[in-house]
């Protein structure tokens, strides 16, 4: 992960191998201070030291800066390209992904998951290269000035290696325990801005605060019990450094009443040990958050391992003969009971047809095989005689337009919205659509006309309003295949004869294929499919089911 910013890395090795250099210094030159200086009565050196010590400690500061801010900027450009990573990955994702992944989930993973990294090389990173030089230059001069008195204050150094092991395991396990719980509460808060109209009119606001409390304590429990981990490997280094003082503090105490070192080699030793424990401490430290940053790569790498939309080679130019549904059946990956089975049908270039049924029995599942948002567990859907599986996934997706129930506007201007139907388009293409779709007389009278931040889901605009913006995208789109989801179902009689009439001009050339949601484009259709149980159980016009069909008479009847 770390690979491309190797440069900015191998800088911040060379500054913290400077950096530890003039830490071991520091305690290196406390014996030559006491012993030569202080009592060798070299006085005439004793206005250099302050002037010496300002200096060593000025360029390791200097030098700590710069390593901290190579470190830090490799981290954040680590976090800035994993998550552009992450977020063209999840756009490649077929759609039936996002049917079993939360999107809590999803956030949390390139939010907070993606932003651990950046610690893991501002901070955990920037410790190992640091500390561990540091730790070695320390006890070099240790080792130089006594190794007796050195070796003696590290006998318990294993218990500190294994402890840190031990207790970062379970951090590791902990932190992501702490994370799936998280994703619980990103979810919540989701779901409470989007659903707030349906929260207030129900009044469950009390329920739904009672429920993010309830997941709100579980993350704040899980989140104890990794600093508690965390906290108590602290502990136990720090009861080992004590203990590793005293012996030095003992041992060497007796060691200068028996003249068998000065009191600058002491003291020098005593120093260099002092200040090798505190690195190891952080490198303690470092290792649990290096566990918990393993918990979210983890959570990284499951994301990127989902497998994208599979392409095909062919390319698609235009559309001209058929749609082709041959021996098609579908299930759902997670569910074998079929939602489809044997969907045998040709609906031609040019050709309204319109699907009905009751609800559940896989009418919109049909629809959403033609743009490949799922593939046809057995048998072919042919586009002009290529299985969709072969073409280019851009290529189909380029003949088709949808218009649904389920209405997708962004947080974005007006124009923006209807541009989004294609690249590259003039001000007067976009007006132009706006006005087929009898969008263009409302959008004249908001605030800012075109440029209007139309809000999160465009829940600034009404239902039929947003359903004319809809269609409006799809006329700029042009496409020769047309979906038409329930498109005017949960509007009321104005907006919907004004969706219809913006509808009625968009179906004409195009094939069409309409899911029940108005009666008169039902009875116009070239043919009906009564779908029933995941299979066609009848097709014709309108007249002729009327008379043959019970089930189309009964949903005739519900749609009068």
Known sequence: MIRPYWPRILAGVLLSLMISGITGAIAWFVKPALDDILAGGKYEY?????????????????????????????????????????????LSLPVGYFSRESSGVIVSRVMLDVETLNGLVSDVMKTFIVEIPTVIFLFGVALYRNWKLTLMSLVLLPLIAYSTKKFGKGVKKKRKEAQRKLSFLTQRIGESVFGARMIKVFNREMKMAEKFRSDNQRYYKELLRVIRLKEFTKLIIDVVTGFGIAVVLWYGGNMIIGGAITAGVFASVLVALYMMFSPMKKLGEAYNSLQEARASIERIDKLEAAEPEKSGSVPLDGFTKSIKFEGVSFSFPENNTPVLSDVNIEICHGEVVAIVGRSGVGKSTLADLIPKFNVPTDGA??????????????????????????????????????????????????????????????????????????????????????????????????????????????????????????????????????????????????????????????????????SRSSTYRELYSAFA
């Open 381 to 546: 859907l042919k586009i002009d005689g290529i299985d969709i599986r072969d073409i280019e996934i851009h290529a189909l997706r380029e003949q088709i337009g949808i218009v649904s129930q389920d209405i997708i506007l962004f947080n974005d201007t007006v124009r923006e919205n209807i541009a989004f139907g294609r690249q590259g388009v003039s001000g007067a293409d976009i007006i132009e659509a706006a006005g087929m779709a009898y969008a263009d007389e409302f959008i004249q009278r908001l605030p800012g006309k075109y440029d209007t931040v139309i809000g999160d889901r465009g829940l600034k605009l009404s239902g039929g309003q947003r359903q004319r913006i809809a269609i409006a995208r799809a006329i700029l789109k042009n496409p020769p295949i047309l979906i038409l989801d329930e498109a005017t179902s949960s509007l009321d009689s104005v907006s919907e004869a004004l969706v219809q009439k913006a509808l009625d001009k968009l179906m004409k050339g195009r094939t069409t294929i309409v899911i029940a949601h108005r009666l008169s484009t039902i009875k116009n259709a070239d043919r009906i499919l009564i779908i029933d149980k995941g299979r066609i159980e009848d097709v014709g016009k309108h007249e002729e089911l009327i």
């Open 46 to 90: 004793l206005k250099l030291l302050p002037l010496g010590i300002f200096l060593l400690f000025s360029i390791k500061g200097l030098l700590s800066f710069c390593q901290t801010y190579v470190m830090k900027s490799a981290g954040m450009k680590l976090v800035r390209e994993t998550r552009n990573r992450l977020y063209k990955h999840i």
